[in-house]
């Protein structure tokens, strides 16, 4: 495996400097973003990224994102041109030595989470879903200000977002799909850059609008969609493993035996009974997911793509990104390299 960190770019309160002190940290996982999602990123931009990633000894590897323009998730025709845009990314991201893309399929949202800064009894704070709080949150009407949300909204445009959605099924959210990867992925071969869709977070519908990459047989299906090992998965288990009903470690399994996970985004999620769930630090039993027996797999798997420690707590007064920040994610880090050493 190789370890990564995701950063924010110049304006992250964490630094890269730091970053690379985390013990066998290879790669940074980042993205350009001041650039309106389906436009093209310049390649001085690009290049500028890459020196800087690099002239803090580490690598430039894994994009994420590269996000997906609604157009082409609603298959509206103006579509087509977005696509062509999404191409000549790759083909510069490719170029530029990317071997990992990771985007999302999700309508309109993000991953969502009801509040970011729940406080546990230990004094820290974590990001939390709890259900009775979602079904009382409006987008249409109200806060809209969650991250991971596109801020770039504005009210009337989420209206007509909702208003173009209501017409879509889940089925046509596949279909789209498919023209996407049916498109792309020949362009991401040909360079050499492995693409990995992110699953749904939380993985099921929410504010009525479809969501379809949720459970194994949906990863199966996607995967049948175009049959290439550059048609893959970032395996998020937080996403994924809110869900009961998945299980975790025998899907790790499964799509690392079948070559076909790029990417790890490695948290634990605390799940409570009526399916609300609190994100939880790394360790196992501070959550629902086996993480030894998760990393044992990847092991055993031979799995030698990229691994970021995901969302940490806010722990020892650090303020910032919620989620982000260094401290917790780098003991997530030190416990994964732990896990590893020892399987
Ligand atoms: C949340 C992240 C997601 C992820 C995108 C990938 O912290 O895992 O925002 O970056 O869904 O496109």
Redesign the pocket.
Same mark, same amino acid.
């Given at each position: 495996m190789k370890l990564s960190f995701r950063w924010y770019g110049a304006d992250d309160a964490v630094k890269l400097e730091y970053i690379r002190q985390i013990p066998n940290m290879k790669s940074i996982v980042t993205a350009i973003y001041d650039v309106p999602v389906g436009l093209i990123w310049s390649e001085a931009s690009i290049s500028a990224l890459k020196n800087t990633v690099e002239a803090a000894g580490l690598g430039f590897d894994v994009i994420?994102?590269v996000p997906v323009h609604e157009d082409i998730k609603l298959g509206k025709p103006s579509r087509e041109q977005y696509i062509e845009n999404y191409k000549e990314n790759i083909r510069r991201l490719g170029s530029a030595g990317v071997s990992v893309i =990771?985007?999302?399929f999700m309508p309109v949202f %993000?991953?969502t989470r009801t509040k970011l800064d729940k406080e546990l009894p230990d004094g820290s704070t974590t990001l939390v879903y709890y259900k009775d709080q979602l079904d009382k949150m409006d987008p249409l009407n109200g806060e809209l200000a969650l991250p /991971?949300w596109d801020s770039s909204y504005k009210k009337e445009g989420l209206q007509t977002l909702f208003d173009e959605y209501a017409s879509i099924t889940e089925e046509d959210l596949w279909a789209n799909l498919s023209h996407f990867l049916s498109e792309i992925i020949p362009v991401a071969e040909e360079f050499g850059v492995k693409m990995a869709i992110?699953p749904d %977070?939380p993985p099921y519908p929410i504010f009525s609008l479809p969501r379809i990459i949720t459970c194994e047989a949906n990863l199966d299906r996607f995967l049948k969609l175009y049959d290439s090992e550059y048609n893959g998965l970032t395996f =998020?288990t937080g996403s994924l493993g809110c869900a009961l009903t998945n299980d975790i470690p025998a899907m790790v399994d499964k799509y690392s035996s079948l070559g076909r996970i790029h990417f790890l +985004?490695l948290r634990n999620v605390k799940n409570l009974p009526d399916g609300s769930f609190e994100e939880s630090a790394h360790l196992s039993e501070c959550g629902s997911l086996d993480m030894a027996k998760i990393i044992k797999t990847l092991k055993h798997n031979g799995f030698d793509g990229y691994i970021r420690p %995901? +969302?940490g707590r806010m722990i020892w007064g650090e303020s910032g990104r919620a /989620?982000y920040g260094l401290y917790d994610r780098a003991l997530g880090a030190a416990y994964i390299n732990g896990l590893w050493e020892m399987a």
């Amino acid at each position: 495996m190789k370890l990564s960190f995701r950063w924010y770019g110049a304006d992250d309160a964490v630094k890269l400097e730091y970053i690379r002190q985390i013990p066998n940290m290879k790669s940074i996982v980042t993205a350009i973003y001041d650039v309106p999602v389906g436009l093209i990123w310049s390649e001085a931009s690009i290049s500028a990224l890459k020196n800087t990633v690099e002239a803090a000894g580490l690598g430039f590897d894994v994009i994420e994102s590269v996000p997906v323009h609604e157009d082409i998730k609603l298959g509206k025709p103006s579509r087509e041109q977005y696509i062509e845009n999404y191409k000549e990314n790759i083909r510069r991201l490719g170029s530029a030595g990317v071997s990992v893309i =990771c985007y999302n399929f999700m309508p309109v949202f %993000d991953w969502t989470r009801t509040k970011l800064d729940k406080e546990l009894p230990d004094g820290s704070t974590t990001l939390v879903y709890y259900k009775d709080q979602l079904d009382k949150m409006d987008p249409l009407n109200g806060e809209l200000a969650l991250p /991971g949300w596109d801020s770039s909204y504005k009210k009337e445009g989420l209206q007509t977002l909702f208003d173009e959605y209501a017409s879509i099924t889940e089925e046509d959210l596949w279909a789209n799909l498919s023209h996407f990867l049916s498109e792309i992925i020949p362009v991401a071969e040909e360079f050499g850059v492995k693409m990995a869709i992110h699953p749904d %977070d939380p993985p099921y519908p929410i504010f009525s609008l479809p969501r379809i990459i949720t459970c194994e047989a949906n990863l199966d299906r996607f995967l049948k969609l175009y049959d290439s090992e550059y048609n893959g998965l970032t395996f =998020c288990t937080g996403s994924l493993g809110c869900a009961l009903t998945n299980d975790i470690p025998a899907m790790v399994d499964k799509y690392s035996s079948l070559g076909r996970i790029h990417f790890l +985004h490695l948290r634990n999620v605390k799940n409570l009974p009526d399916g609300s769930f609190e994100e939880s630090a790394h360790l196992s039993e501070c959550g629902s997911l086996d993480m030894a027996k998760i990393i044992k797999t990847l092991k055993h798997n031979g799995f030698d793509g990229y691994i970021r420690p %995901d +969302h940490g707590r806010m722990i020892w007064g650090e303020s910032g990104r919620a /989620g982000y920040g260094l401290y917790d994610r780098a003991l997530g880090a030190a416990y994964i390299n732990g896990l590893w050493e020892m399987a």
